[in-house]
């Protein structure tokens, strides 16, 4: 372990065709049937509403649950996920329903089971996918950049060939997206959307509403920041408070002055460019190089696996008071840093 670790710490000092009004609104909502083939969801998308797990899916990747949801009996929750605050130190399967009472985490190769939901504010990111069966629900919104393959139907217009949404398109009645159709980043799944068995499901660093982003962060492409799509990346002008749905994807920048409140997890590779200060409890969902001169709050949880100041933890622990950072630093997916702590520039998800 030894070796891994300081190979990580190395390696970070080392380092128009369709418009919206042209679809008619029906009477009774309906639901949307996903024909045969993955559905590619190719940048940050919200679920707005409970969203049901219709068969067992897989966790492609490191998962964000928000509250509410529910993980049914016979979910496989893996070790370094983090479930109601507790880590999860081994494979662990649901002897019964478990309703998710604060930001989640699923590990990577965890499996959701058949009957469990997704509540509102969880995000998917790009890299999941839907099966064939999957359904969206009327509401649902297919955001601009969407790419509909041939032989889609949308709101009763059909496909004969790929096409690119110019602008955003809202399901109102029988919709079906064919194989390789792509959901772009900004998308919305209404509650009662169903996902069907097979998909699989991936989240990318996620900022909670009472965050600021100090001035200077950056969004990388297909990232959402305040339910608004980034599609080239977006370097913010001001400091940005968190008000609604925000996932930063893969390269993005959080600057110095920012504040991340509780229920924010780090995910995918996110660089901390300068002080920043957890507001509430942030989850480690990827292994973390924490820079010297931050400061883990008392109460953060220091999963197995990872090294504080030289010093390597066997099971995870539970600090008993605020530890500053001298030396090699790297936390372990499961780890959760506790309100009050601060990070320094040069911390970094990997």
Excluded at 27 to 49: E, K, N, P, Y
Excluded at 133 to 139: D, H, I, L, P, R
Excluded at 166 to 193: D, K, M, R, Y
Excluded at 291 to 308: N, P, R
Aim: net charge negative; proline share 1%.
């Amino acid at each position: 372990m030894s070796t891994k670790i300081g190979k990580l710490a190395a390696a970070f000092f080392m380092a128009g065709l369709l418009c919206l009004s042209q679809f008619p609104v029906p009477v009774q909502a309906q639901s949307v049937a996903l024909v045969s083939g993955a559905i590619t969801i190719a940048g940050a998308t919200t679920i707005s509403g409970s969203t049901v797990v219709a068969g067992a899916i897989n966790v492609a990747g490191a998962t964000v649950v928000s509250a509410g949801s529910v993980l049914e009996a016979g979910s496989v929750i893996e070790a370094g996920s983090i479930v109601n605050g507790e880590a999860v130190a081994s494979s662990t399967v649901l002897a019964s329903a478990t309703t998710v009472t604060s930001t989640s985490i699923l590990a990577a190769s965890s499996t959701v089971a058949a009957g469990s939901t997704f509540a509102s504010s969880t995000m998917l990111a790009a890299g999941t996918t839907l099966a064939a069966g999957t359904s969206f629900e009327a509401g649902s919104e297919l955001a601009a950049g969407s790419v509909i393959t041939a032989g889609s139907v949308v709101n009763g217009t059909t496909f004969s060939s790929a096409t690119t949404l110019s602008s955003a398109v809202v399901v109102s009645q029988s919709t079906s997206l064919a194989a390789g159709s792509t959901i772009a980043a900004g998308s919305v799944l209404a509650s009662g959307t169903a996902i069907a068995a097979g998909s699989a499901v991936v989240s990318a660093t996620t900022i909670a509403q009472g965050s600021v982003l100090a001035q200077g962060s950056f969004a990388a492409s297909a990232s959402v920041v305040n339910a608004v799509a980034v599609s080239n990346g977006e370097t913010f002008a001001a400091n940005t408070a968190i008000v609604a749905s925000t996932s930063l994807a893969g390269g993005s920048i959080i600057a110095a002055g920012s504040t991340l409140a509780a229920g924010s997890a780090l995910v995918s590779s996110t660089t901390i460019a300068g002080t920043t200060f957890a507001g509430g409890s942030v989850a480690v969902a990827n292994t973390a190089v924490v820079a010297g001169g931050s400061t883990l709050a008392a109460g953060t949880v220091v999963a197995a696996g990872s090294v504080v100041n030289g010093a390597s933890v066997s099971s995870a622990t539970v600090l008993s008071s605020s530890t500053v950072v001298s030396g090699s630093t790297v936390l372990a997916s499961g780890s959760t840093v506790a309100a009050s702590s601060v990070f320094a520039a040069g911390t970094m998800v990997i």
